[in-house]
């Protein structure tokens, strides 16, 4: 049993060993990302330095483990006690300590630095920037996005630091740095922004071509609509004519019936006639003329429409019942609003109460006629049901243009018409919301947007360059007011080999004690020898046996009497593969800037 927990604890210790190479792996990556980029953040510094301490802390943590399983107090004890202990040593010792110890000496360092040294970690944080922007080429390279040209960019300042030569030209060409770098950026950025600006014109563009494509599908509504409504109108008007000839043959019958009822009443009316015209004579009014001829008739006709009509005034059957017959025309009218009791088909519909009654079931069913119409005239219902289907589809275009652009809006507008809509003039000026040196102008040309939006932003660019590369050496001192400045210069150029190296480092010490705890039976690694030798075999081969393809680049930025020579050339031959690790493991994500 004992000896199964002390076989278990390498494959333990091995497993923390590969997560953390992993993830310096990672680290790594990200640290060259930043460190490469033209402008480095000095908050993205900070945080990627405390990540880098906390990393350093684990890895010290994993070298100093390894140094205590080799005696005898914690050789032979099992996997769960080791790692309490590993835990405990990370948490409260190591983490803690390279915390301290990794900012304690960047301050150091940098505390150290005289004004004139912070003048020249300007400059020379400024030659990287021109390096990174292109404005400076060494060996007539400029350099990419490979992850070689990324380690030479990261470490480029602090390596070229001391060389005079290097120092001088950038001091000396300041200005036409500054120059390149403002050329290139602004070609770029002035194309980049004309692009997007462009953008807005052709979305206008696109917005109105598919309105001129909804109207060109509106007037062809219309067109249909138009077309389908012959066949509609002729059923509209074969249902009306159906209803007013029933009302035609209703007429007809109740003249009948009314006539009938007339005629019986004929003998009253004779009777009634010939007494009231003898009480005439008399000059003794019959009373009862006028009551019985309101019964009959719902009227009191005048004595004289039974007389002769020639003249003669004579009072006989045949004068009666001629002018019997034409009250019971008259009395027929008054009970059918004015309808004569024989009519023909066609004069009935053109009787005005008819038209007017006719119109009026037609209208409270929705359909517009004119005022004198009547149940013959095809041509109006023709028009008042293509009338009709033009006002739904004239309804659908106004819904949708209204819902569209906040108003109606006529399906014949102009281009330029159609950009003065407010709608979309609003849509422009949201737009244009980023960009105000436009005044919400989308429409400028090609010089006038480089003159109001371009050009100033270059001139803003190179005062804040100039603010960020430069300063009056006296005030770069500790008591000076551009004392910060000159402090984040020098920290630019610390950071990154400092964090790259101890990171590299670390790594390295984690994948030598996986690479012998995963192998704890092999006898070519039981001895301590063999291991110091094999280790020493693998920092001789990742600094010599795999050389920058910027070799020769770093020559020329290194001085021969550098004091920190050897360990550049080793971490610039070793990071990249670290990165392409990283980069992978990180799925490929980079900081751009």
Not at 184 to 208: H, L, P
Not at 510 to 535: H, R, T
Request: aromatic share 8%.
């Amino acid at each position: 049993m004992e000896s199964q927990k002390r076989t278990l604890w390498p494959y333990v210790f091995g497993t923390i060993s590969l997560i953390y190479v992993l993830l310096e792996f990672v680290f790594n990556a990200d640290l060259v990302d930043l460190a490469s980029s033209a402008t480095p953040g000095a908050d993205e510094m900070e945080a990627i330095a405390l990540r880098g301490e906390t990393l350093s802390g684990i890895g010290l943590a994993i070298a100093l483990m390894t140094l205590l399983k080799l005696t005898k107090p914690l050789k032979d004890r099992g996997p769960l006690l080791s790692l309490g202990i590993f835990t405990v040593m990370a948490a409260f010792a190591t983490v803690p300590f390279m915390r301290w110890a990794q900012p304690a000496l960047i301050d150091s360092l940098v505390d150290k630095t005289t004004a004139e040294e912070r003048s020249s970690a300007l400059g020379l944080n400024l030659f990287k920037f021109g390096v990174a922007h292109g404005a400076i080429q060494l060996k007539g390279q400029q350099l990419g996005t490979t992850p070689e040209d990324k380690t030479l960019l990261a470490l480029l300042g602090p390596m070229a630091s001391g060389n005079q030569k290097i120092e001088s030209i950038v001091q000396a060409n300041q200005k036409t740095i500054f120059d390149r770098v403002l050329i290139g950026t602004g070609n770029s950025t002035s194309a980049s922004r004309w692009n997007e600006y462009q953008q807005i014109r052709q979305d206008v563009a696109s917005k109105y071509n598919q309105y001129v494509d909804s109207a060109n599908k509106y007037e062809a509504s219309l067109m249909s609509a138009s077309g389908k409504t012959g066949g509609q109108a002729s059923n509209a008007l074969a249902a009306i004519r159906q209803g007013v000839e029933a009302d035609y043959k209703r007429h007809l019958e109740a003249g009948r019936r009314f006539e009938d009822s007339l005629l019986a009443q004929e003998s009253v009316v004779s009777a009634e006639v010939r007494k009231y015209a003898q009480s005439i004579n008399s000059r003794s009014p019959s009373a009862s003329y006028a009551p019985a001829m309101q019964r009959i008739y719902g009227f009191t006709p005048d004595i004289e429409q039974y007389l002769s009509i020639d003249g003669s005034r004579k009072l006989n059957e045949q004068t009666i019942r001629s002018g019997h017959l034409r009250q019971v025309d008259r009395a027929f009218a008054l009970k059918s609003d004015g309808i004569p009791r024989n009519i023909t088909l066609n004069q009935f519909l053109h009787h005005p109460t008819v038209c007017k009654k006719a119109r009026a079931q037609v209208v409270a069913k929705g359909m517009s006629l004119p005022g004198n119409w009547c149940p013959d005239d095809e041509v109006a219902v023709t028009a008042s049901v293509s009338n009709e289907a033009q006002k739904r589809v004239r309804a659908e275009w106004e819904k949708g243009t209204k819902a569209k652009f906040g108003q109606v809006v006529e399906p014949s507008l102009t281009e330029s018409q159609f950009r003065n809509l407010p709608s979309v003039q609003r849509n422009i000026r949201e737009a244009l919301a980023k960009a105000p040196c436009t005044k919400g102008n989308a429409y400028l040309s090609a010089a006038q947007f480089k003159a109001a939006c371009i050009t100033p932003e270059l001139g803003k660019q190179r005062v804040e360059l100039k603010s960020a590369f430069s300063a009056p050496v006296a005030q770069l001192g500790d008591d000076g007011i551009h004392s910060d400045k000159g402090r984040q210069a020098v920290k630019a150029l610390v950071i990154p080999p400092v964090a790259m190296a101890i990171s590299l480092f670390f790594s390295l010490l984690a994948a030598m004690n996986l690479l012998f705890k995963v192998l704890p039976n092999k006898a070519l690694f039981q001895s301590k020898y063999s291991k110091g030798a094999a280790f020493a075999a693998l920092l001789i081969w990742l600094a010599l046996a795999t050389p920058s393809k910027h070799s020769t680049m770093a020559e020329l930025v290194l001085n021969d009497d550098h004091g920190y020579r050897g360990i550049y050339t080793w971490v610039m031959n070793a990071e990249p593969a670290v990165y392409t690790i990283g980069k992978a493991l990180n799925g490929g994500s980079s900081r751009k800037g």
